[in-house]
Every structure is written in structure tokens, then in C-alpha cells.
């Protein structure tokens, strides 16, 4: 009668032995079995994948056919541990495929027994690492290149968690603060700032932090020599593609330098301002020397110094740049006493003019307005005075509109005013401008393109 229990047991081992076949020859890594000496027994379909010869080829071949001559002494090394017992683990390596080219491998070595115990030869198996090791190493040249600009811009660079918390500096950082590596991460930089200033400063990046809005400010930072030198910060959120904020991406510029030079400039202004206005006293009492007999003229020339004066001082608090309209205006109206000045209305949205087109605009509205005072709206409590400016389509215009003033007369000729309010703005900006002595009241428009109110030359 049969031996049930045997045949049971040989059809569990033929079973397992189809499912192992199975396993290795749909397997994606390369499995081979060699025997001591390194000739090839077995090659699975994985093998022929990664290194190109099929298994008739490198059946009965040696393995040292896959290995690069500069590495033969690895091979020379895994028999001498499998014939050991020793199980090599996993390595990362080189090997050839049939084409010659060499690709990226991790193989992992064991000893194979036979039904005695007798180690027979090695199972090998070996995985393609070609695209990891390619990927590693497109990651380590981003993080060089990331490191190289990073290290070697000029500004102190930084990263902070959503939290405001920051966990990495750059050389620029340490080479400034000369403080250890680590030293200032979290919210340790603020023994760096100073005592006047780090107060205020750690307030408004907390707010910044927590509105998650753009921070910037600008504040002295202690260096390695213990000296303290003036930094514009920064720092803008990284957000995810949810809107969620990741990082914050900071810089500090060092701007002492800067700094230093707009005060130097900024006292050269002011000297050249006290000197220009010395220079129009002068000019100012000669004047009144040559011009003795007619009151009248001094009053109107000393008032036209005032206005030259007035728009020179915009001109210095703003640094000698553009100036602001709405700030010309009020300027120039200042001449006018505080009732005359309630008289005038003042519309318009912000326009930056030049130096010199303010200078030009600047001294024809004072000239409107020392009329209006004497002969038009703003003589009688009634009247009134709309002064209106803005930019649109490429163009730049402005408008004077008195009413309410007594009745005006046409002059019977132009004097040194009319060239101030019509003449001079139409040819220094080629503009187009109306002076119209209207019954009700003197209207006056000036119309020139934007690009000459702002960017002529002064």
C-alpha cells in the first residue's frame, strides 16, 4: 500500500519548488546562482534585462564576465566568504552590461547547501540602481548648487518654519555673526540686534508670522568685532500648492553704507538749500537797492523768490527726485492767508512731476494764485478757486477755475505774469495751455504728455 504521508510530502516539495521557480523568474531583480569558482549555473529572465546576455550566453560562463577589471578583486572577495558561509550583504557597485556600458548595481550574496550541508555554491542577487544613484546624484548637484549661491551671495540668508522658527543660515550668516554653527537657530537671533531696536523688531516679525503677509524692516545687527552695522530684512512665505505656508525664505542686506551716504547727501542739500537762499537774499536786497521808487515791483519779484524758494525746499525733503503734485500745490498756496486759503479746493490723484517741470508748474500756479488774491476770486470772501490735476492716457493736465469773484477784465497787455503762467509751461513742455479772462472768472488748463512731466531733464 502507498506511503500517503510520502506522497503528500512530495507533492508539498514539488509545489514549493514551482512557486520558487515562479518567484525568480518573475522577479525585477537579476537572480543567479554560481558555483565556487564562480561559473554561472543559473540566470533568470531579470538578469537578461539588466545586463543584456541571455541565459545561454552566461550559463556555464564565469561570473567575472559582468565585473569591470578594476573590481575583479571583489569577486575574488565573495567567493572566499561564501566558501566561509558568510553571507555578503548588501553592497552597491559597478557591473558591465553585454554592450560594454557599465551600470549601477546593489548585490546581495549567499551561500547555497546542498541535502548534506556542504556549501555547493552562491545565489546572487543584483538590482539595477541606475536611476536611484542618478537621482542621488541630481540631488547632491542641486544641494551644491543650492549651497554654492547660497553660500556666496552677498545678503545673510535664512529659512524659518511656518512658525517664524529658523533652522538654517547660510556661510554669509556665521561668517558676519562669527556665533556657532546652530547658535541662532530657533529664535536665538535676537542676542544679535540691538537693545534699542530688538524689541521693536521681534514684534513686527511675529505679526508678519502670524498675518503670514511679506516682513521687512531694517535694523543694526552686531558682527563678529562686536560693532553694529545696518541691514535691510526680508522675508517671504513659501506656500504650498494649497496656499498653505511651508517656509519663510529670508535676507538681510547690509545698507550701512548706503545709509551713510543719503545722510551725507542729505546735509549736502540742505547746505546747498541755506546757500541758494542766502544767494536770493542777495539778490533779493539789490533789488530793493534798484527798485526803490516802484513798490509795487518789489512786492510782486520778492513774492516770485518766495514761490522759487518754496518749490526748492520740496525739492531738497524729497532728495532732489520727483515731487508729488498734491504737495506742489500746497506749496504754492501757501502764500495765500488762511481764509484765502480755505477758498481753494484742491482735487487730484498723486502724480509725480521732475524737478524741473515742478519748478515750472510751481511758479505759474503762484502767479494764479497772487492774481486771484489781488484782481479775481480769492478778493471778495464769495469767491472761489478749483484747482484740479490728472493722468490719463499718456497725459498730464492740470486746471484753475475761479468764480464767484468780481467781474474780469481782459489786460490790455502781457506782462512778465502772463509769460510765467502761458508762455514759459507751453514751450519748456511742449504743452498746450489756455488762459481764458472769462466774464465769471479766469480759467487756466495746461494739457502736455506724462513722459515730459516727469522725466524731463532738470
Not at 36 to 60: C, D, H, K, Q, Y
Not at 240 to 256: K, P, Q, R, S, Y
Not at 330 to 344: E, F, H, K, P, T
Request: one cysteine or more; aromatic letters at 8%.
Amino acid at each position: 500500500m502507498p506511503d500517503r504521508g510520502g506522497v503528500a510530502t512530495e507533492h508539498g516539495n514539488l509545489l514549493a519548488e514551482a512557486h520558487l521557480s515562479a518567484i525568480i523568474q518573475s522577479s525585477d531583480d537579476a537572480i543567479i546562482s554560481k558555483d565556487l569558482n564562480g561559473t554561472v549555473l543559473s540566470w533568470n529572465p531579470a538578469a537578461s534585462r539588466i545586463f543584456g546576455f541571455t541565459e545561454a550566453e552566461m550559463v556555464g560562463q564565469s561570473i567575472r564576465k559582468l565585473i569591470p577589471h578594476d573590481r575583479q578583486s571583489e569577486e575574488d572577495d565573495i567567493l572566499a566568504r561564501i566558501a566561509r558561509g558568510e553571507r555578503v550583504k548588501s553592497f552597491d557597485t559597478r557591473r558591465c552590461r553585454k554592450d560594454g556600458t557599465e551600470i549601477a548595481v546593489s548585490i546581495t550574496v549567499s551561500p547555497v547547501y546542498d541535502k548534506a550541508g556542504r556549501i555547493v555554491g552562491a545565489s546572487k542577487i543584483a538590482r539595477d540602481i541606475t536611476a536611484r544613484e542618478e537621482g542621488q546624484r541630481a540631488l547632491f548637484e542641486s544641494e551644491t548648487r543650492f549651497r554654492m549661491l547660497a553660500d556666496n551671495i552677498t545678503h545673510l540668508a535664512w529659512v524659518a518654519d511656518a512658525t517664524g522658527a529658523i533652522g538654517w543660515y547660510n556661510k554669509r550668516w556665521y561668517d558676519y555673526t562669527g556665533v556657532p554653527i546652530g547658535a541662532t537657530d530657533g529664535w536665538g537671533w535676537d542676542k544679535l540686534h540691538h537693545p534699542d531696536h530688538v524689541e521693536r523688531v521681534k514684534v513686527h516679525f511675529a505679526s508678519s508670522i502670524e498675518s503670514g503677509i511679506q516682513w521687512e524692516d531694517t535694523f543694526p545687527l552686531r558682527g563678529a568685532d562686536g560693532s553694529y552695522r545696518w541691514f535691510l530684512s526680508r522675508a517671504k512665505p513659501i506656500h504650498d500648492e494649497h496656499g498653505a505656508i511651508l517656509f519663510w525664505f529670508g535676507t538681510n542686506t547690509d545698507v550701512t553704507d548706503m545709509l551713510e551716504k543719503e545722510e551725507q547727501i542729505r546735509v549736502l542739500l540742505m547746505e546747498v538749500n541755506h546757500r541758494s537762499k542766502n544767494l536770493l537774499a542777495v539778490v533779493q536786497a539789490l533789488a530793493r537797492r534798484s527798485g526803490g521808487n516802484d513798490p509795487e515791483f518789489l512786492r510782486r519779484f520778492e513774492n516770485r523768490l518766495a514761490s522759487l524758494a518754496a518749490n526748492q525746499d520740496l525739492l531738497v525733503r524729497r532728495g532732489w527726485s520727483t515731487i508729488l503734485m498734491d504737495e506742489l500745490a500746497d506749496a504754492q498756496m501757501a502764500i495765500l492767508g488762511r481764509d484765502s486759503r480755505s477758498q481753494v479746493h484742491l482735487i487730484g490723484e498723486q502724480v509725480t512731476l521732475s524737478p524741473r517741470a515742478a519748478e515750472i508748474i510751481g511758479m505759474a500756479l503762484h502767479e494764479l494764485a497772487t492774481n486771484a488774491l489781488k484782481y479775481g476770486a480769492l478778493s471778495t470772501p464769495g469767491g472761489e478757486v478749483v484747482l484740479s490735476w490728472a493722468e490719463q492716457d499718456g497725459s498730464f493736465t492740470i486746471d484753475w477755475q475761479e468764480t464767484g469773484g468780481p467781474m474780469v477784465n481782459q489786460p490790455q497787455r502781457d506782462g512778465f505774469g502772463t509769460t510765467l503762467i502761458r508762455h514759459i509751461p507751453a514751450r519748456s513742455l511742449d504743452a498746450e495751455v489756455t488762459l481764458d479772462y472769462a466774464a465769471t472768472g479766469v480759467h487756466w488748463s495746461l494739457r502736455c504728455s506724462s513722459e515730459t512731466a516727469q522725466k524731463l531733464a532738470s
